[in-house]
């Protein structure tokens, strides 16, 4: 089943992707132990079945769940996750199609991936077993991540839902970003691994996500797109209101060729894509990584402007090199307006402390009430649009001089959230290698406030013009 509009776009119809209820695991292997079928047992939270023909009993599964052939199944079977050797793949298409299932994952490789004409001709015979009445994410996909439901192909994936939707052919890429999530403290709602794209493929997804009540940022990697689908991509992205983040793999000559071999893709021309984004007001990001820290920054303070930071340092030096990274990355560092100088002054009482811009606390960061009060100052400034704040982790270990840890601690809590308060970005650095095991539970405690934590500058100040440049394009 397809939807059309006005402009004729053509894409697939997913809307009963947010009421699955059942699923099959289709050839649950005894020699993985069973992995995949463990590991959608352990967290799924509706109807799971084991569907092979020769396992009458699989250990710490129900026996009177474990079937033949999923037409054996009594109930409805919303989802399926193929296993199965690639010879057998029709046989099982044809039974999903009999028995109505909606949407079916085939991690099995060796169709367009491989290459060959037989790889080719079995994935086009594939889609005419389905029908166009199942839909299939794959091959060579792991499917579906949708923690809402519990539906995940992996043992300790996350179980708390998120607004941040990722779509990506590579299903390596999916579990590194979605093990990466539980230290950066970001949430997915639904991440789509979707290997050769046969059936849906990336513009499907992406007009999914952009529709989907419980997404509001997209994170796509994508190595290349269907001939004739960029029309429907255009007109897609021209209603599109959430913001974007896209990792282009495949850029270089051998990326190119590397594609190729993994998901049969046609990456295209560099510069062509790099047009294309920008044209259609698509964030462009560099790394894994990167796409993941800009998906933290906009979830923790929306789309923001920050072309005017202020930079609040410990150390004079390290301001002074936050600075240099700030600036050769097109931002500002101004000097505050001497109304905010004096109002800063009236704080500073130790020596070695500065009121301009970068700011020096020196040792007066351990009276940390009047930190509070200048990092109020500071993000009371209309002419600031951000601010940076450096905090040593050895600076939260071994506190001198301070009596109440209890009350030192939270008051660093609410200084950063004044960021949140002020409606402005405070973005902290805390550098890894001072991060003692000692301060693990305050750290943690920081990300649960939505306050972004980041151990380098380069890993979020090249983001941060990226992000500007989206605002001022959106607010056109």
Same mark, same amino acid.
């Given at each position: 089943m397809t939807h059309s509009n006005s402009s004729n776009l053509n894409v697939k119809d997913l809307s009963f992707i947010n009421d699955i209820k059942s699923m099959a695991v289709i050839g649950p292997s005894e020699k993985r132990n069973f992995f995949f079928l463990r590991n959608h047992q352990d967290s799924f939270k509706g109807k799971v079945y084991a569907i092979h023909p020769r396992s009458e009993e699989i250990p710490g599964f129900p026996k009177e769940d474990i079937y033949a052939s999923i037409l054996d199944v009594p109930g409805e079977v919303d989802f399926a996750f193929i296993a199965v050797p690639p010879k057998l793949v029709l046989h099982v298409m044809n039974e999903c199609v009999k028995k109505g299932v909606k949407l079916v994952t085939i991690f099995t490789s060796e169709f367009s991936d491989a290459g060959t004409e037989e790889g080719k001709a079995l994935e086009q015979e594939l889609l005419k077993r389905a029908q166009n009445?199942?839909?299939?994410? %794959?091959?060579?996909?792991?499917g579906l991540f949708y923690p809402k439901i519990g539906l995940a192909w992996r043992q300790?994936?996350?179980?708390?839902?998120?607004?941040? %939707?990722?779509?990506?052919?590579?299903?390596g890429i999916c579990n590194i970003a979605i093990y990466s999530s539980i230290e950066l403290g970001i949430e997915f709602s639904k991440v789509f691994s979707f290997g050769n794209g046969a059936d849906l493929d990336f513009v499907d997804l992406l007009y999914f996500l952009i529709n989907d009540s419980e997404t509001d940022i997209i994170l796509c990697y994508i190595e290349g797109i269907k001939q004739g689908r960029i029309n429907?991509?255009?007109?897609?992205? &021209? &209603? &599109?209101?959430?913001?974007?983040?896209?990792?282009?793999? %495949?850029?270089s000559e051998t990326g190119i060729k590397a594609a190729k071999t993994h998901t049969a893709s046609v990456s295209g021309d560099r510069v062509i894509w790099q047009t294309f984004f920008k044209q259609y007001n698509v964030i462009e990001v560099d790394s894994l990584e990167q796409l993941l820290h800009t998906a933290r920054l906009i979830a923790c303070y929306g789309i923001f402007d920050a072309k005017n930071l202020a930079v609040l340092s410990i150390s004079g030096g390290y301001g002074v090199v936050l600075v240099d990274i700030i600036e050769k990355y097109g931002l500002k560092v101004p000097p505050f307006p001497l109304t905010t100088q004096n109002e800063i002054n009236k704080k500073l009482f130790m020596p070695g402390t500065s009121s301009n811009n970068p700011l020096d606390f020196a040792a007066q960061f351990f009276a940390i009430d009047s930190v509070k009060e200048i990092i109020d100052i500071v993000l009371s400034d209309k002419s600031i649009d951000g601010l940076i704040l450096d905090l040593p982790g050895f600076y939260l270990s071994f506190p001198p001089r301070i009596q109440d840890l209890s009350t030192f601690y939270n008051t660093i809590s609410e200084c950063l959230n004044l960021g949140h308060i002020h409606k402005k970005p405070l973005i902290v650095i805390t550098q890894y290698l001072t991060r003692l095991n000692s301060i693990h539970d305050f750290l943690l405690k920081v990300k649960q406030r939505n306050v972004p934590l980041f151990g380098d500058p380069l890993e979020f100040i090249p983001l941060l013009p990226k992000i500007s440049n989206y605002f001022i394009k959106s607010s056109k």
């Open positions: 009445e199942v839909r299939i994410l %794959g091959p060579n996909g792991l300790h994936f996350p179980t708390t839902p998120g607004s941040i %939707g990722f779509i990506a052919q590579s299903g429907d991509l255009i007109a897609i992205l &021209n &209603n &599109n209101k959430k913001p974007i983040i896209v990792l282009k793999g %495949g850029k």
